[in-house]
């Protein structure tokens, strides 16, 4: 197969994932997916056999349709239960959204999370932990990840326990609302991993936070 025929496959796999900016992220996962699948299937197409060419554009047509049917299965169950986070958490302060690798992500603040210095779940918590034990329910195949962070007041040997106190203490209302424990891994960070300077006590607010990731088996 020749350089350009090549050259015009692999602008073609670009132009289809690089329409994903106005996409929604179904939309985008069938994309990238279908673009992908495009790419492989046209590049095995043309190295095996004679009929290069013919046997690219099969292969890309074949790969487009694979890519895209793989790109749909992981996106529409996920963006199911963003949606009813989102909507659970809409004007409380929740960040909810769907990282790079393809889980949800719920960033949680230190004003709805956790009081100063403890690891006990405030009553403005409770109602969204509530609601994302009920999608999680809907959801079994999920497993979680829970983080907890503090700011950098204090020492490692208080800030250390207290965030993963703060991780445990998320997912045992989780399991209490009937979430099976072994869906669940907890990590504390301290002040490790800050998202803003500890500068002010604005910024220092931002640092204390709890970070639930949900993730699916690849398949």
Not at 8 to 31: E, F, P
Not at 67 to 81: H, R, T
Not at 143 to 171: E, M
Request: proline residues 4%; aromatic residues 4%; glycine residues 14%.
């Amino acid at each position: 197969m020749n350089t350009f025929k090549l050259g015009s496959i692999a602008l073609a796999v670009t132009l289809a994932t690089a329409g994903c900016a106005n996409m929604s992220d179904t939309q985008r996962g069938t994309a990238t997916g279908a673009g992908v699948g495009a790419g492989i299937g046209a590049l095995l197409g043309a190295v095996t056999g004679p009929g290069g060419g013919g046997r690219a554009l099969g292969g890309a047509a074949i790969g487009g349709a694979i890519g895209a049917v793989a790109g749909n299965i992981w996106s529409n169950k996920m963006e199911k239960q963003k949606q009813a986070m989102q909507q659970a958490t809409q004007g409380t302060g929740v960040e909810v959204s769907q990282t790079a690798d393809n889980r949800l992500k719920l960033a949680i603040p230190s004003d709805i999370s956790f009081a100063t210095g403890r690891a006990d779940i405030t009553p403005d918590f409770r109602p969204i932990l509530e609601r994302f034990a009920s999608t999680l329910g809907e959801n079994t195949a999920t497993t979680v990840t829970i983080i907890g962070h503090t700011d950098s007041t204090g020492s490692d040997a208080i800030n250390d326990p207290l965030s993963l106190q703060r991780a445990a203490s998320t997912r045992n209302f989780l399991t209490s609302r009937g979430i099976s424990p072994n869906r669940f891994g907890i990590e504390g960070r301290g002040s490790h991993e800050p998202i803003a300077s500890n500068d002010t006590n604005f910024n220092r607010a931002k640092n204390r936070r709890v970070e639930i990731y949900v993730a699916e088996p690849q398949r």
